[in-house]
């Protein structure tokens, strides 16, 4: 062979060899740019996902009104006609009949339809016209206590029954009366437990937050009151060790101006009470719990992050 030949021959074999180790470094560096943007996709992915969730402990239902009576199945069972009248949201056929059973096979009105309970608060007349909330919004929040007793927060219980406020309370000064009135998009007039006068293009709302203390074992108790509890000091007291999520009872009603005319069928704006029968269905409340309450993570309806 004529020396000469051989650089060339030489350069002829490794020519494959080069052209494969270039399109291997090249496909080396697409899958690194590849990678580096998928880490980059899913980094902000998850940071988008963080960011959305909202650190507030709650889940909600939107039970609006369904129908008045002058029923009451907690004070007085199986006694039509025996109470003052009220306005009852979420389940539709709620009575003076009405029990666990009946509410788990009625239809309900709230959002979302998993949520069987009965919710009812005396009516409210503007002279002798009844006024139902156009706006009804139920919280479930856990809040009111320590991140610790959050965090261990259990489900309320099924079958669960709660009265909070005062109907027959004489004087705003009653501690036992919880209520607060105050106006939608009026921050400035401040709330108070009577009615209050509203500016005009304003609703008059009632907040009303419930015990979330129980005493792991009554559904219900004599007065309707003892087996729960408010925190005290931002803890459960030892009558009442179970943590249970806080019912929030949010009433938005389409009036404004001088109260003078308005009243509850129980009383003053003071006597304002709440009543609650608690039928979720057992699994939808523990999910609710296990996934909004205890991580702190704010939920809508459906039980999801919002």
């Known amino acids: 062979m004529h020396p000469a030949l051989a650089p060339a021959r030489l350069r002829r074999r490794l020519r494959p060899l080069t052209l494969v180790t270039a399109i291997m470094a090249l496909l080396g560096t697409s899958l690194v740019i590849h990678t580096t943007q998928a880490n980059a996709t899913s980094k902000v992915q998850a940071e988008g996902s963080s960011a959305a969730v909202v650190r507030v402990a709650e889940f909600l239902a939107d039970c609006p009104f369904s129908h008045r009576l002058p029923d009451d199945p907690i004070i ?12 009852f949201f979420g389940s539709t056929t709620t009575n003076a009949n009405t029990t666990l059973a009946s509410l788990q096979s009625s239809p309900t009105n709230c959002n979302p339809r998993t949520d069987l309970s009965s919710y009812w608060v005396p009516t409210l007349y503007n002279g002798n016209t009844p006024v139902e909330p156009t706006i009804t919004t139920f919280y479930y929040l856990g809040e009111g206590v320590r991140a610790d007793i959050v965090a261990r927060t ?15 309370a004489t004087t705003p000064n009653d501690p036992t009366s ?20 509203c500016p005009a293009g304003t609703m008059m709302e009632s907040y009303l937050d419930f015990p979330q203390c129980w005493n792991g074992r ?20 030892a ?6 999520p806080k019912l929030r009872q949010v009433l938005r009603y389409p009036v404004s101006g001088n109260p003078a005319n308005f009243r509850l069928a129980s009383g003053p704006g003071y006597t304002m009470h709440g009543d609650f029968f608690n039928a979720w269905p057992v699994a939808e409340m523990e999910r609710r ?11 809508g309806a459906d039980g999801t992050p919002s």
């Open 76 to 87: 007085f069972p199986n006694m039509p006609g025996a109470s003052h009248m009220h306005s």
């Open 154 to 168: 259990q489900p309320l219980p099924l079958g669960l029954r709660i009265v909070a406020g005062n109907a027959k």
């Open 178 to 197: 919880n209520a607060r009135w105050s106006c939608l998009h009026a921050g400035h007039v401040p709330p108070s437990k009577d009615f209050v006068n």
């Open 218 to 237: 009554d559904l219900d108790s004599a007065d309707h009151k003892s087996h729960m509890a408010y925190p005290v000091g931002q803890a459960c007291p």
């Open 239 to 244: 009558s009442h060790p179970v943590p249970v």
């Open 289 to 299: 719990v296990r996934d909004c309450i205890r991580p702190v993570i704010k939920c």
